[in-house]
């Protein structure tokens, strides 16, 4: 097979995870050439997400590239995939996920206590909707403040005292191999804060006439992270949720330590969901997936 040419954006974290899946296409003896696309969302890093608006602002433009033919596949953090892809294309591989959960940084020579005891209630970095709903439900005795930039960005703002904490998906933490030695980091579970929708899975996109490059990165992808990557797209697809509004879908599959399965090798599943002030979770196995989200869109308030 020819050289691939890989669209990406060009932050640090979106680097890493284009050269992961060029190291996983080499292992398949396929080569590639990354190539870097400047997006919506990349190109005001001012601007809170909501101002922005629209569907798909790390996406849309990477799509053009590849529709356009100038790259054959691109890769995408899931979470920031629009409700339906642009006709033509398709997530043809999903590698196995990373973490999911989001982490709480706070300064360790300057603890919430010590905010709380000077007076003040502690400020949140976040421009989350859905961070903030649970954060505010865990402890609402404290402020939030938008925030914008990539990883280094906001820890940086944090460690100049901007924010007293900053909620981050650990998924892109671990990537960047960052230190985060000089904080106290406190992991949300999912039942405490339900992460974003397909938070920590990469998507490798391309376009669906190209039958030899999907059969490749089938190769590349991983079942169980696949079969949530499913899930919880279908789910989420149901809620069109603007980034204004409170929304989460997080699919457990397997217990704990993901070996939880019935006789018959059915695993289970815990389907964790919010849309605005309305929460689910359902359980059940694998196989009852489809049941189980329809029973995730009456608890929402959905109705197909």
């Keep these: 097979m020819k050289?691939?040419?890989?669209?990406?954006?060009?932050?640090?974290?979106?680097?890493?995870?284009?050269?992961?899946?060029?190291?996983?296409?080499a292992e398949q003896g396929v080569q590639a050439e990354i190539i870097k696309v400047t997006t919506k969302g990349d190109a005001d890093r001012k601007s809170s997400l909501r101002a922005i608006g629209g569907d798909g602002l790390f996406v849309r433009g990477i799509e053009q590239v590849l529709l356009a033919g100038e790259a054959d596949i691109a890769v995408h953090s899931s979470k920031d995939l629009p409700y339906e892809l642009a006709d033509g294309l398709v997530i043809a591989g999903v590698p196995k996920a990373a973490?999911?959960?989001?982490?709480?940084?706070?300064?360790?020579?300057?603890?919430?206590?010590?905010?709380?005891?000077?007076?003040?209630k502690p400020v949140i970095g976040t421009g989350s909707a859905r961070r903030r709903y649970y954060c505010e439900k865990l402890d609402a005795d404290v402020i939030f403040e938008e925030i914008r930039g990539n990883i280094t960005t906001r820890i940086e703002k944090l460690r100049r005292g901007d924010y007293d904490a900053i909620i981050l998906a650990r998924a892109g933490i671990d990537r960047i191999h960052y230190d985060l030695s000089?904080?106290?980091?406190?992991?949300?579970?999912?039942?405490?804060?339900?992460?974003?929708?397909?938070?920590?899975?990469?998507?490798?996109?391309?376009?669906?006439?190209?039958?030899?490059?999907c059969a490749l990165l089938e190769k590349i992808s991983d079942e169980k992270t696949r079969q949530r990557f499913d899930i919880e797209r279908t789910l989420f697809r149901s809620m069109q949720a603007d980034c204004s509004v409170a929304a989460a879908v997080?699919?457990?599959?397997?217990?704990?330590?993901?070996?939880?399965?019935?006789?018959?090798?059915?695993?289970?599943?815990?389907?964790?969901?919010?849309?605005?002030?309305?929460?689910?979770?359902?359980?059940?196995?694998?196989?009852?997936?489809?049941?189980?989200?329809?029973?995730?869109?009456?608890?929402?308030?959905?109705?197909?």
Excluded: W
């Design 3 to 25: 050289t691939l040419k890989l669209a990406t954006r060009a932050g640090k974290l979106a680097l890493v995870q284009a050269n992961h899946v060029k190291d996983l296409l």
């Design 99 to 120: 973490a999911a959960e989001d982490l709480l940084l706070i300064p360790k020579d300057r603890p919430l206590e010590a905010v709380r005891a000077a007076g003040r």
């Design 182 to 213: 000089e904080f106290e980091v406190r992991h949300f579970t999912a039942a405490e804060m339900v992460p974003s929708c397909c938070q920590g899975i990469l998507a490798v996109e391309c376009r669906e006439a190209d039958e030899e490059i």
């Design 250 to 304: 997080h699919a457990q599959i397997g217990g704990a330590d993901s070996t939880s399965e019935t006789a018959d090798g059915n695993a289970s599943l815990t389907l964790y969901a919010l849309l605005d002030n309305k929460e689910s979770l359902q359980k059940g196995t694998l196989s009852e997936a489809p049941a189980l989200i329809d029973a995730a869109l009456k608890d929402l308030g959905i109705t197909e």
